[in-house]
């Protein structure tokens, strides 16, 4: 029985998958003729497929799925990249690529853009979410892949793209001619002053434009030095660096921005493998001026990896406090290894663990866990009730490993009411924004260097600024754009929950119009997480001048916590 080119060609790719660079030397030499036998194996289970299978069966579809099975034997982070998921994961390493500057997706078969990246051509010319890309240079987009459109629009620097976009409240679809240009990947899409003198930073990736590594230079400044630069010309002389949801990126940049907070010559993370090739100490390097500032750092449940240990570097040292919720505890290192003779394809194994300065193993428990609880896990232990090995901080705090890292402050973020949550699930306030752009955005406009935009107005778009408000007119259109859609409400959900729908309005009319930022910037208000961040900014300097004097009032204020909940309650019989 013979298999095909392909089929050839695929098990080909397992086979240098598996022996990629002698996988690491002569780890792949050791049983080698159960190795040989295995292959034998999968060759004949794959050739029985491609003969008698009811349908044809794609033979690479095959193969990478049987490698990616073969990894999550592993743990939940070895993976397999195919070319484009290689090179998407490049890009995003690098901080940049050649294009608008939009996230796009398919949604019932229309490329839909999910956001643009502010500053981006097509963030100047005014595409915005939502907006559905009829045709490309002509070409009907409709039907068309993720990929396909991708190819299509980006190209290189400077040459145009000509898109068609249909548009919430516009009869007319819209002609864009959009100047391709450097798309940068931002690690700090945006720092503002959040009180008169605490700066906050919004740091939501760990790239190759996040911070200078040490031994770069004294003028080197990335997107967090200027950040952090800017804030403090405007009067900062405190921080809010909020990592939440940030899924971490290259371990040098985790690193680095440790260093940019840390003293000198302080531990930051060490790794420990199989080998002694897979340990390593990373150790600050230079002295920083931001080493001495008052810091609070906001975690999430999706804060991991790069996040994490930049977070429990930080707290070891009780050189910031720790504000949010328990993060997601991957603290497995992975080598990114190229496939030798398999051009476009490379593995990322899981060749080490991370360690915390005091010695805490970031991980999650994975053996026992299934998959699905594993990425999205429903219970997780209270700040108070620490799991795994317990620790100790310089200045002797208790901290615990093997569950990620837990705040020194658990707050949980705002969770929506039922029927605000039942409104967001049926993209209520999404849909009802659209219906809004920026007051500056009509009309005819060629912007020098970015490209063009037709000309076109509509009175059922509403114009706005910054300052947007949610009145009492707006939230009577809000309700008749609800009962147009045939959503079930009473009269008592809107007069119950009126607060938190105008809070979710604003946010999401500022987003879809003026991007993340300036939604952030109204949101910090009513955020839990920056609210109690901003309160423990006291605290955050005491713990830098006198960590032992932080502590007994820490446990102090515990003691006090305690005593007034009282004892529990006795058991019935």
């Known amino acids: 029985m013979k298999l095909s080119r392909l089929g050839a060609v695929s098990v080909g790719l397992l086979v240098g998958s598996t022996l990629a660079g002698g996988l690491l030397g002569d780890r792949a030499q050791a049983g080698g003729g159960r190795l040989s036998e295995q292959l034998r194996l999968y060759t004949a289970m794959m050739g029985a497929i491609e003969s008698e299978y009811v349908e044809d069966v794609p033979s690479d579809r095959l193969v990478s799925g049987s490698i990616r099975e073969m990894l999550r034997t592993l743990d939940p982070h070895s993976n397999f990249f195919e070319q484009k998921d290689y090179q998407t994961m490049q890009e995003r390493q690098k901080g940049q690529y050649y294009g608008l ?95 008169p003198k605490v700066g906050y930073v919004r740091l939501q990736d760990f790239n190759e434009t996040t911070a200078c590594r040490p031994g770069e230079g004294e003028g080197c400044e990335r997107e967090l030095e200027k950040a952090l630069g800017e804030l403090r010309r405007e009067g900062a002389t405190a921080y809010i660096l909020d990592i939440r949801d940030n899924p971490g990126g290259l371990l040098d940049q985790a690193f680095a921005v440790s260093n940019l907070f840390l003293k000198k010559g302080q531990l930051v993370v060490y790794t420990r493998g199989r080998t002694r090739r897979d340990e390593s100490n990373y150790v600050t390097e230079e002295e920083s001026p931001w080493a001495g500032v008052p810091l609070v750092v906001l975690t999430s449940r999706h804060s991991a990896s790069a996040s994490e240990i930049v977070a429990g570097a930080l707290q070891d040292h009780d050189r910031a406090l720790i504000v949010g919720e328990t993060t997601f505890g991957k603290g497995l290192v992975q080598t990114i290894m190229p496939l030798r003779n398999v051009r476009g394809y490379a593995l990322a194994l899981t060749t080490a663990r991370y360690f915390t300065p005091s010695g805490r193993s970031i991980q999650r428990d994975y053996a026992t866990t299934a998959l699905e609880e594993y990425y999205a896990p429903r219970d997780r232990k209270p700040c108070d009730q620490g799991s795994g090995e317990m620790k100790l901080t ?101 007069t119950r929950n009126r607060d938190e729908i105008v809070r979710r309005l604003e946010e999401q009319v500022l987003m879809q119009v003026f991007g993340e930022g300036e939604a952030r910037r109204r949101s910090v208000a009513w955020d839990p997480q920056i609210g109690k961040a901003l309160a423990l900014v006291p605290r955050a300097e005491l713990l830098i001048q006198d960590p032992e004097t932080y502590v007994t009032e820490r446990e102090r204020d515990r003691r006090l916590a305690d005593a007034a909940v009282g004892p529990p309650a006795p058991a019935r019989p």
């Open 394 to 494: 310089d200045s002797g705090r208790k901290v615990y490993g093997g569950d990620g890292i837990t705040p020194d402050y658990c707050v949980e973020p705002e969770t929506p009411s039922k029927f605000v949550a039942y409104l967001i699930g049926r993209q209520a306030f999404t849909g009802f924004a659209r219906g809004y752009e920026a007051a500056d955005g009509q009309g005819q406009a060629a912007i020098a260097g970015t490209g063009t935009r037709s000309q076109a107005a509509s009175s059922k778009v509403r114009p706005i600024r910054r300052d947007f408000r949610v009145d009492d007119a707006v939230l009577r259109e809000f309700r008749a754009h609800v009962e147009s859609r045939k959503l079930r409400f009473t009269d008592e959900d809107f």
């Open 101 to 195: 500057g939009i996230t796009v997706q398919s949604i019932d078969g229309n490329i839909t853009v999910v956001s643009p990246f502010e500053g981006t051509p097509a963030h100047r010319l005014g595409i915005r979410a939502g907006d559905v890309i009829s045709r490309i240079e002509g070409e009907d987009a409709r039907g068309m892949s993720i990929d396909d459109a991708v190819k299509r629009l980006r190209g290189p620097k400077g040459t145009p793209v000509q898109v068609t976009i249909v548009r919430q409240g516009y009869e007319e679809p819209l002609e864009f001619t959009v100047i391709r240009a450097m798309i940068p990947l931002h690690a700090v899409p945006y720092s503002f002053m959040v009180a």
